[in-house]
């Protein structure tokens, strides 16, 4: 796709560039105020992956021995954000021998003769606050013995991305983005000594109000960004502790509403939810952030940023129940209304298919739209549609014609766990709302659910009327498997059985009102090549009257025992050496 930047993209990069020159005349840092630590969690395989040439970024593998991460190839608009925000430091210090050390050494300097004159991506607020962060929490790691040209070239460039930052991070759009800049010049002002630049308090003290709701809640809904602010407020607030910097309320206030509403999008497997672009999150970050936010409150009985939770036994389930993000902060979005996903243990049974971001455009569209997601669909539409592809790379669509009303409701009955919710993201189109009806058993060991498509006014009918006409109204039920599910139709078609991995059994069966299949899915994982195949549960019928309900169950077979040692190897969302050389 041609892109032209608009005059205002234009002149942005303009301002970055030119403070990023201007700032290469600040005066370097000296040194460090205190003795910084590791802060990211870097993946091992992957920091192995990278001194072997093996680049993966964005889903595009790149081989070159020998070579350097900045051979990387990709569509830049995804690759860049990687490359130049340093992420795969961290994984060179959880290798941590002397080839990475010298590995992280050549490509720092590489970067820095390259973009020390302002050019390249790397120079906006929100990528230049993660690197600081990177390069001053992994100082031990990349300046141990290291010359002292480098070192000093080192300290110079941290000066320079310093000084820009403390001039540019009210260009970083509100939410993750304020964050990432606010935070790494936060810490980069305390952490470093000799620059001249003060911790911008107030500033981030308003951000924690402004960008995160009273509930912990972000706009774009997305459950791994928010652990990402959170890791980040905590980042800053030991900045500000080792340097006996008086810590705003607002912060710690902030982090204790992000780690609540984490604690109720967490798994019983440890991992976060899959929604809106978000992946289950890197092996222990989850558990780090959430251990570092202190003692855990009980869990909310109502829905937090959106989503219900139901959880019982070795049980979660987790159903997104809010309205999708709105306007910007929709383009990673998903038409993922009333899904949801369950966990039994440490193994994941139902789940989203996931972003197909790094997959390339269709799989981008494709993995956001309702049939990717474990709800309800009709006649091919979505909850929520796309609208027309941003001019600007990546190139994202915003959702468009939301649902208006998305309602829930949890409650406890004497012998089960009840979420009741419902959208109207048909009935502008064929005048009908969705709800469904989720129920627990205390023990964890079934899930009763009911989707009902229906009317609810004159004018519903008529608009139902009018579309069933035109057209015939087929409906689907999807449950999207996880991919080490084994699943199998038993009882003549009637039942499906769903073998884990730790030898728990699951069987899916329903009313008879609809046609049961089993048919092909795709698990969508970032840092994959690939998607990898799955299966889903189909429930198909076909919308014919005013109202249309389908009843199902998802119950534990009887032979199976509640506790099961299950000690099996975890794949990470992120843990990509089964498919990179």
């Not at 915003?398 to 048909?426: C, I, K, N, T, Y």
Request: a neutral charge; proline letters at 7%; aromatic letters at 6%.
């Amino acid at each position: 796709m041609d892109y032209t930047p608009s005059w205002r993209a234009r002149r942005m990069a303009h301002l970055n560039r030119t403070h990023a020159r201007r700032a290469a005349r600040a005066r370097a840092a000296t040194g460090f105020a205190a003795a910084p630590e590791p802060r990211g969690i870097g993946r091992f395989a992957r920091g192995r992956q990278l001194l072997s040439g093996n680049f993966l970024f964005a889903g595009v593998l790149t081989t070159s021995p020998g070579g350097s991460v900045w051979d990387a190839e990709g569509d830049p608009a995804l690759i860049d954000p990687d490359l130049h925000g340093f992420g795969w430091l961290d994984d060179l210090a959880a290798v941590g021998d002397a080839r990475a050390r010298h590995a992280a050494r050549d490509w720092i300097a590489q970067w820095i003769e390259t973009c020390e004159d302002g050019s390249g991506p790397g120079w906006t607020p929100e990528l230049a606050g993660q690197r600081l962060i990177r390069w001053i929490s992994h100082e031990g790691f990349v300046l141990r013995a290291a010359p002292e040209d480098f070192r000093a070239t080192y300290l110079r460039s941290l000066g320079q991305q310093t000084r820009f930052l403390s001039k540019r991070w009210s260009a970083a759009p509100a939410g993750l983005p304020r964050m990432e800049a606010l935070c790494g010049l936060t810490y980069a002002s305390l952490m470093l000594t000799g620059v001249r630049a003060l911790p911008p308090l107030a500033a981030l003290a308003k951000a924690c109000r402004t960008d995160v709701g009273m509930d912990g809640s972000l706009t774009t809904r997305n459950p791994e960004e928010l652990l990402t602010v959170l890791t980040l407020l905590q980042w800053a607030i030991r900045a500000l502790t080792v340097t006996d910097t008086d810590i705003p309320s607002d912060l710690t206030d902030c982090a204790a509403r992000a780690a609540a509403t984490l604690r109720s999008l967490r798994h019983s497997d440890g991992g976060l939810a899959r929604f809106h672009g978000g992946g289950r999150g890197l092996d222990g970050a989850l558990d780090t952030a959430l251990s570092q936010a202190g003692p855990a409150a009980p869990l909310s009985p109502e829905p937090r940023m959106g989503y219900a939770r139901l959880s019982a036994g070795r049980t979660s389930v987790i159903a997104d129940a809010g309205p999708p993000p709105q306007g910007a902060a929709s383009r990673n979005g998903h038409a993922s209304t009333l899904a949801f996903e369950l966990t039994s243990g440490r193994r994941a049974v139902i789940v989203n298919c996931g972003s197909g971001v790094t997959f390339g455009p269709d799989w981008r569209r494709a993995g956001r739209a309702t049939p990717s997601h474990s709800t309800l669909s009709l006649a091919g539409y979505s909850s929520s549609r796309l609208g027309p592809p941003d001019p600007a790379p990546p190139h994202r669509a915003a959702l468009v014609d939301p649902p208006e009303r998305v309602q829930a409701v949890l409650s406890r009955q004497p012998d089960s766990l009840r979420a009741e919710m419902s959208h109207d993201g048909f009935r502008s189109t064929h005048g009908l709302t969705h709800a469904r009806i989720l129920e627990m058993t205390l023990d964890g060991r079934g899930l009763i659910g009911e989707d009902l498509l229906t009317t609810l006014s004159d004018a519903d009918k008529a608009r139902f009327d009018r579309a069933q006409q035109a057209e015939d109204l087929p409906i689907a039920i999807r449950f999207h498997l996880h991919p080490d599910v084994d699943a199998h139709v038993d009882m003549g078609g009637a039942a499906v059985s769903l073998t884990l991995k730790s030898g728990e059994i699951w069987v899916f069966r329903h009313d008879g009102h609809a046609e049961l299949s089993l048919k092909p899915s795709v698990y969508l994982e970032t840092g994959r090549l690939k998607p990898r195949p799955a299966q889903q549960v189909v429930l198909s019928d076909a919308a014919m009257s005013y109202a249309t309900r389908i009843r199902w169950s998802l119950t534990k077979a009887q032979d199976t025992p509640d506790v099961i040692r299950d000690l099996g190897p975890l794949r990470s969302e992120d843990d990509d050496h089964e498919d990179a050389p």
